[in-house]
C-alpha cells in the first residue's frame, strides 16, 4: 500500500513527536508500504524519512523545485518528484497514495488535513484518513469537528470519513484491514 504521510517541518517540537514519526517510518517499511510524504528534511517529515530509510522501505518525496535548497530536502528518498506549485505538489500526493495519515504538524499539515478531508466529502476520492493524535495533540481539533456535527454545520455522515488513532500500531493495523 501507498501511504501519504503529512506531518511538521520543524526540528523544534516536543521529542515524542518525532519519536512517533521515526516509528511510524520503521513499521511503513517493515510492513513493506510505500510511504510518500512532501520531502523534508526536518521534524516529523525529517524522522519519519530516517524511520522508513533505516528499514528499507521505499520513501517517495514530493516538493516543489522552490524547496530544492540546501538542507531543506531529504537527501535519501528512493525517488523524488518535483512540482512548480504546492497545489501540484498536494495533488500528486493525493493521486499516488491508497491512504492518508496526518501526524502532528503545523498550518501547512491543517492545509493538507482539510483538503483530503473535503476531497473524500465531495466523493473525490474514497481513501482512508487517519489523524495520528499521538499525545492528544489533535484534542482540540476532534473537539471542534465534534461541535461542528452538533451544532448541524458537519453530518455525522461527514464526521465519519476520517479514523483516530493514539498509535502508530492502531493506524497500520486499521489500514492493513
Known amino acids: 500500500m501507498k ?3 503529512y506531518g511538521s517541518a520543524i526540528d ?4 515524542p513527536y518525532l519519536e512517533a514519526a521515526k516509528k511510524l517510518g520503521e513499521i511503513l517499511a517493515q510492513k513493506g508500504h510505500t510511504t510518500i510524504f512532501g520531502g523534508g528534511n526536518h521534524g516529523v517529515m525529517g524522522y519519519l524519512a530516517r524511520g522508513v530509510v533505516a528499514n528499507k522501505g521505499e520513501l517517495i518525496g514530493i516538493a516543489p523545485k522552490f524547496f530544492d535548497k540546501s538542507d531543506i530536502l531529504f537527501p535519501e528518498c528512493t525517488s523524488f518528484i518535483f512540482t512548480e506549485t504546492m497545489r501540484e505538489r498536494k495533488h500528486k500526493m493525493e493521486e499516488l497514495a491508497d491512504a492518508f495519515i496526518v501526524a502532528p504538524g503545523g498550518i501547512g499539515t491543517f492545509e493538507e488535513f482539510f483538503e483530503t ?3 473524500r ?3 473525490q476520492h474514497t481513501k ?3 489523524l495520528l493524535n499521538i499525545d492528544g495533540y489533535y484534542d482540540h481539533l476532534i473537539s471542534t469537528i465534534d461541535r461542528a456535527v452538533k451544532e448541524n454545520f458537519l453530518t ?3 464526521r465519519s470519513l476520517f479514523e483516530i488513532f493514539g498509535t502508530c500500531e492502531e493506524a497500520i493495523a486499521y489500514l492493513e484491514t
Do not use: A, R, S, W
Open 3 to 5: 501511504i501519504c504521510v
Open 12 to 15: 523544534t517540537i516536543p521529542t
Open 117 to 119: 478531508y473535503t476531497l
Open 121 to 123: 466529502q465531495l466523493e
Open 128 to 130: 482512508p484518513i487517519i
Open 156 to 158: 455525522p455522515k461527514t
